[in-house]
């Protein structure tokens, strides 16, 4: 069983930078693509960006590409978001999300395990 609990979340102003953190619990999280998801109010959750096992292969949705840069720390269990330049669509909770795939897939059912969400607001 895989466990999954993200922080860093927080009020930003626009142009801010944000460092999501997400922390692994479970056996077997080296062997695990990664990938961040985002939901709106009143929209559907969406791809962000994921990461491969061994940290080399990212891939990101296009409205966040040059802003955000996720990483992977597999000794200490760790996948971090790095979001710079946010703006107020970037407003949402994000959730961290593991997948047995070994490609990136971009699609949450491709996805086993999920954290609890954490909320990032970005004012204008």
């Known amino acids: 069983q895989v466990q999954l609990v993200e922080s860093g979340g927080g009020l930003v102003q626009a142009g801010g930078s944000l460092r999501l953190s997400c922390a692994i619990s479970?056996?077997?999280?080296?062997?695990?693509?990664m990938g961040w998801f985002r939901q709106a109010p009143g929209k559907e959750r969406e791809f962000v960006a994921a990461?491969?096992?061994?940290?080399?292969?990212?891939y990101y949705t296009d409205s966040v590409k040059g802003r955000f840069t996720i990483s992977r720390d597999n000794a200490k269990n760790t996948v971090v978001l790095q979001m710079n330049s946010l703006k107020p669509e970037d407003t949402a909770v994000y959730y961290c999300?593991?997948?047995?795939?070994?490609?990136?897939?971009?699609?949450?059912?491709?996805?086993?395990?999920w954290g609890q969400g954490t909320q990032v607001t970005v004012s204008s």
């Open positions: 999300a593991a997948s047995p795939r070994s490609w990136l897939p971009a699609v949450q059912n491709e996805y086993n395990y």
């Open positions: 479970g056996r077997g999280f080296g062997y695990y693509s």
């Open positions: 990461i491969g096992w061994n940290g080399v292969s990212t």
